[in-house]
């Protein structure tokens, strides 16, 4: 992974999101690292805005999870293949 590369969330539009804040937690297991990124973002909008975020893995990593919490409420992403996450994206 190139190391300019960067997890981004990035607004679509004129929109303005700042980032608060990050945490990262790392175990290692052997040959294994269980790693846990913790970002907060704010929307500096008055209005909701649509964000695109993106997050750099390099090839042989595994993403098992992603969890998020907006306004109180936490939603838990669900693993799907680019193409297939677009065409259900464009369908919602």
């Given at each position: 992974m190139p190391a300019n590369v960067?997890?981004?969330?990035e607004p679509l539009g004129e929109a303005r999101v700042a980032l608060e804040s990050v945490a990262v937690?790392?175990?290692l297991r052997g040959l294994l690292s269980e790693t846990q990124v913790t970002?907060?973002?704010r929307n500096l909008e008055d209005d909701n805005?649509?964000?695109?975020?993106?997050f750099p893995m390099s090839l042989d990593?595994?993403?098992l999870?992603?969890?998020l919490s907006l306004n109180g409420r936490n939603l838990?992403?669900?693993v799907q293949a680019k193409v297939q996450?677009?065409?259900?994206y464009e369908d919602a």
């Open positions: 960067a997890a981004v969330l937690q790392a175990r970002q907060t973002y805005i649509e964000a695109v975020y993106t990593a595994v993403l999870e992603l969890e838990q992403g669900q996450a677009e065409e259900r």
